[in-house]
T-cell receptor
Framework: NAGVTQTPKFRILKIGQSMTLQCTQD?????MYWYRQDPGMGLKLIYY???????DKGEVPNGYNVSRSTTEDFPLRLELAAPSQTSVYFC????????????FGPGTRLTVL | AQSVTQLDSQVPVFEEAPVELRCNYS??????LFWYVQYPNQGLQLLLK??????LVKGINGFEAEFNKSQTSFHLRKPSVHISDTAEYFC??????????????FGKGTLLTVNP
């Protein structure tokens, strides 16, 4: 079982560049999430999706965009990279119930210089 | 709105010693509480969760947590830790407020370091 996969594992961007972080899950989960993790700050929710075609903002959405065209995929787009977006990004999925476990990918470490 | 406070950012302990990682939450409605663990350079994985019923919850790797509604706490404990327990531990809460849309609110994490 692959679970939640993320690519790339590492990336260095220059200020102003754009990129897409990929996330795929094979558990047929309706709910998917993007978090960023900064040292000592825990995880902050960027965007989430409750199903194909439906997305919504989380706590820190500025500078990011998402789309959800299939159940499996939930890419995160950075249009104009800024140093403040240097972070570790995690994708997660769940079946959506409040009581359900979220399953996390291994993360993407992004540095913007 | 729900919030989570992890009272210690770092907890160093010696191998085979007991450990308690503290977590307090605030929410005006019924809550569901989770502990996740993040080993170095990995994603998070579920350690245990409290949904309802018995206030003492047992999880993987010998960890347990106790839900205390009056003190709004959900502290994580292990009677004897191993070097392999070195990791960051996150407490998280979701609630029935309706506006949370199945989102988790995470604490800032506690880094547990187990020394030989």
């Amino acid at each position: 079982n692959a679970g939640v996969t993320q690519t790339p594992k590492f990336r260095i961007l220059k200020i102003g560049q754009s990129m897409t972080l990929q996330c795929t899950q094979d558990m047929n989960h309706n709910y998917m999430y993007w978090y960023r993790q900064d040292p000592g700050m825990g995880l902050k929710l960027i965007y989430y999706s409750v199903g194909a075609g439906i997305t919504d903002k989380g706590e820190v959405p500025n500078g990011y965009n998402v789309s959800r065209s299939t159940t499996e995929d939930f890419p995160l787009r950075l249009e104009l990279a800024a140093p403040s977006q240097t972070s570790v990004y995690f994708c997660a999925s769940s079946s959506g119930q409040l009581t359900d476990t979220q399953y996390f990918g291994p993360g993407t470490r992004l540095t913007v210089l | 709105a729900q919030s989570v406070t992890q009272l210690d950012s770092q907890v160093p302990v010696f191998e085979e010693a007991p450990v308690e990682l503290r977590c307090n939450y605030s929410s005006s409605v019924s809550v569901y509480l989770f502990w996740y663990v993040q080993y170095p350079n990995q994603g998070l994985q579920l350690l245990l969760k409290y949904l309802s019923g018995s206030t003492l919850v047992k999880g993987i790797n010998g960890f347990e947590a106790e839900f205390n509604k009056s003190q709004t706490s959900f502290h994580l404990r292990k009677p004897s830790v191993h070097i392999s327990d070195t990791a960051e531990y996150f407490c998280a809460v979701s609630d029935d407020s309706g506006g949370s849309n199945y989102k988790l609110t995470f604490g800032k994490g506690t880094l547990l370091t187990v020394n030989p």
